[in-house]
């Protein structure tokens, strides 16, 4: 005989129970635009999570130390930095204003006390170090306290100048600047697993530099037709390979991934692997094209797999086979019949990006009404969840929220007509660890955890 | 798929959409504009079947009409087709009509009609002209063999639409030689080019002062040299060559057509190549003269107001067929 034991919105069995924990940013709807998130990215230890703006400014947390005593909760997130990585600027020979939204901010993994990060704008990257300081030197023979020098006739004595302890001080200065590689807008940033390279994409071509190298950077790949007015695709995301540092991918904007081995050539023009999945002719649309652009790609953790999230889907493929994805998920199929009033609103051109979780079993990805979902790989169900400020106190668990597609409209249920386009979740970011997530709105960001028994 | 807009419509809309992202902060943005142009490029190709299929109704009509009445009543007849607006794209699956993305959607039949409604949008069009020069009417040649035409929708008939279609050549600010300076941002190499309007596009009458042998500008330099007399017809020995071209207006007199025309094909033969020319390319959309597309006011004394909108698409329609070897401004 069996005993079932429910657990009432739980999900059931070993699902997760999502709970609310903090949000950063502004409380109120009027939404400054330099205030606009952009990207979102954990450190490898998950310790650290920052975050970009459109005003290009970082703004990086720490996590603070597990309180043994109230073991409900995992550490909550502070700000540890906020620093100016980008100004805008103006290019006067073409005539064009550069941005100095980030685009993209990718961590080193850490060698010694310093932390290092990567943050792009459309043109340029820049490497930061994020050191502490808590100990400043004190008792100098040649200058005063407030760093005035003195006139060294008046010194009689001589003193070693000794460190004292002092309010924690964290820094940010940029160590390079990797600029004038780019001639397009660059959209991805990945560091190799050899973390001496990383390469840098735009909507034509990839670069490969050096971090130590600020002056040269490879071309890998170049998409660019000798005549543009033959330009059919460009490339929309790039990433390494997480073990092998000799292989990387790219997707483009007709749905497909490119995988390349930087061994096989200097320029990896011709892929050693195409993934693409033929149309459903069905489903042709005037926005088909727009809809299979892919706007991100990720590698799993273990490098078995990738992730690529279009509009309307996303899709797990198998390095392995190249002629279809072993998994597919609707995130929002209702918004199939709208595409129309979409691409008006210009809705239809957003980048969601996706994440896995870290074990590879759960994959999350956001949708809009600030509704985001997640996928189990092994039990096959999804969930949708909302990042809002009411009804979200601390542990609160985040209850399952569902869009009602067409018809009779069930209690709880949002129809898709009632849907805020302009609440979007277009950057989610996973701790590589624990069951932690950090989900952008507009220009808040949220965290929310599983619940701790 | 459900879709409340029609094609002129999303033609529209998506030429305002590259028209304002060239204000937009941070330049324009490729990525986006080329996703653009394939929704522009879609929405052309349902376009212009739907015309294509208007105009072969009209023409059946015609004819019998014809048989019935005498020859000089058929001015009041002629009531050119307007898909002016025309049913939702919904009653017109893209690949029914072959106005799927793939070459490889397109079927041959709809080729073939095309190809057919063609020739016979070309004997409209010199029906018209001669309409202008001469009072009597000419009398139509034997229609090709028909094939069925897509199920079109009832067509809302607006008199007047092909003039507006070719707008006389008033309407252009500069008439038929404006030119557009574009900066290619790898090399950094200037360059100037024509006016993506070809002057059979402007120069409808043949009053057009600047229209001597109707030879367009430098970046059609190598099908210039031929200058051969066009007639209708002729294309049936040309069948490969899919002379499915767009709308045209041929030069009054037969003056040498075909080598515009034949640029003005490859833009828009799907076959050219799988993945190149079908795309109304982002060189001719952000060349010449866009910007008048966008703000330009209907002439109302002409015919009925269309919307902005509506003028517009044609317009557009009218030059994107225009072959410019403009190298891109990004």
């Not at chain 1, 906020?82 to 204003?97: A, R, V």
Request: proline share 6%; glycine share 6%.
């Amino acid at each position: 005989m069996f005993l079932c034991v429910f657990f009432p919105g739980a999900g059931g069995g070993n699902d997760i129970q999502w709970c609310f924990s903090q949000v950063k940013g502004a409380v109120d709807d009027d939404v400054a635009e330099a205030d606009i998130i952009s990207t979102v990215e954990f450190n490898h230890s998950g310790e650290l999570l920052a975050t970009g703006d459109k005003g290009g400014r970082v703004v990086i947390f720490q996590q603070e130390q597990e309180n043994k005593i109230q073991s409900h909760s995992r550490g909550e997130y502070n700000v540890y930095s906020t620093f100016q990585s980008h100004e805008p600027e103006f290019d006067y020979l073409k005539s064009l204003e550069i941005e100095e939204k980030i685009n993209k901010i990718r961590w080193l993994p850490q060698k010694n006390a310093a932390q290092f990060l990567l943050s792009t704008n459309d043109k340029t990257i820049k490497l930061w170090k994020i050191s502490e300081r808590d100990k400043r030197p004190e008792g100098y023979n040649l200058k005063e306290e407030d760093g005035r020098y003195r006139d060294p006739t008046t010194v009689t004595t001589l003193r070693v100048p000794v460190f004292r302890p002092m309010d924690l001080m964290v820094e940010a200065s940029p160590r390079r600047i990797f600029a004038n590689a780019h001639t397009y807008h660059i959209n991805s940033i990945s560091i190799n697993s050899d973390y001496e390279t990383y390469l840098s994409a735009d909507d034509l071509r990839i670069n490969l530099w050096h971090l130590e190298i600020t002056d040269r950077s490879f071309n890998i790949v170049d998409i660019k037709p000798a005549n543009m007015e033959e330009l059919t695709e460009v490339i929309t995301a790039a990433e390494f390979h997480p073990n092998s540092c000799n292989t990387f991918v790219y997707s483009s904007s007709k749905g497909t991934i490119r995988l390349c081995d930087m061994r096989a050539s200097a320029l990896c023009d011709r892929h050693s692997k195409l993934f693409e999945e033929p149309e459903d002719p069905s489903n042709r649309s005037f926005f088909s094209e727009i809809i299979s652009s892919i706007s991100d790609v990720k590698f799993s953790h273990s490098g078995r797999y990738m992730m690529t999230r279009d509009y309307l889907s996303v899709k797990i493929w198998d390095l392995n086979m190249e002629n279809r994805p072993v998994e597919t998920y609707q995130v929002h199929e209702y918004l199939r019949s709208k595409l129309c009033s979409l691409y008006e609103n210009d809705c239809i051109f957003d980048k969601f990006e996706c994440c896995w979780n870290g074990s590879d079993s759960v994959v999350m990805t956001g949708s809009y009404n600030n509704f985001f979902r997640m996928f189990d790989r092994n039990t096959k169900r999804d969930i949708t969840l909302e990042a809002s400020r009411e009804n979200n106190k601390p542990r609160t668990v985040l209850k399952p929220r569902k869009v009602c597609a067409s018809g009779k409209r069930k209690k709880d249920e949002i129809s898709v007509d009632s849907l805020d386009f302009n609440k979007k979740i277009l950057h989610t970011a996973w701790h590589p660890k624990e069951n932690i997530i950090a989900v952008a709105t507009t220009n808040n960001l949220y965290i929310f955890q599983d619940k701790v028994n | 798929m459900e879709c409340a807009l029609d094609a002129q419509s999303l033609i529209s809309i998506s030429l305002r959409k590259i028209h304002s992202s060239r204000t937009q902060r941070g330049g324009i943005k490729l990525h986006k504009n080329l996703l653009v142009s394939y929704v522009l490029r879609n929405a052309r190709q349902l376009y212009l079947s739907e015309r294509y299929a208007e105009l072969y109704r009209r023409q059946q009509q015609q004819q019998q009409q014809q048989q019935q009445q005498p020859p000089h009543h058929q001015h009041q007849h002629l009531a050119y087709a307007a898909p002016g607006m025309p049913a939702s794209a919904a009653d017109f699956g893209p690949l029914q009509l072959g106005g799927g993305g793939d070459a490889e959607a397109r079927e041959p039949p709809a080729r073939h009609q095309l190809h057919q409604l063609h020739q016979l949008h070309q004997l409209h069009l010199q029906q018209q002209l001669h309409q202008h020069q001469h009072p009597a009417p000419r009398g139509w040649a034997a229609p090709p063999a028909a094939a069925s035409p897509p199920s079109s929708p009832t067509p809302s008939s607006s008199p007047g639409f092909y003039r507006g279609a070719y707008p006389a050549p008033s309407d252009f600010g500069v008439h038929c030689s404006s030119q557009t300076t574009v900066l290619d941002l790898d090399t950094h190499v200037v360059t100037t080019v024509e006016n993506g309007y070809l002057h059979q596009d402007c120069c409808a009458s043949a009053h057009c002062p600047c229209c001597g042998q109707g030879a367009p500008g430098p970046g059609l330099a190598p099908a210039a040299g031929c200058k051969r007399k066009y007639y209708p017809g002729q294309e049936e020995d040309d069948d490969d060559e899919e002379d499915a071209g767009e709308l045209g207006a041929e030069p009054p007199g037969g003056a040498p057509f075909a080598p515009c025309k034949r640029a003005r094909f490859e833009d828009f033969c799907p076959d050219a190549s799988p993945d190149a020319s079908n795309i109304s390319n982002l060189i001719s959309i952000f060349g010449s003269g866009f910007s008048g597309l966008v703000s330009r006011q209907p002439d109302s004394s002409e015919q009925p107001p269309p919307l902005n909108g509506q003028l517009c698409a044609k317009q557009a329609l009218a030059s994107l067929g225009a072959w410019t070897r403009a190298i891109v401004a990004f």
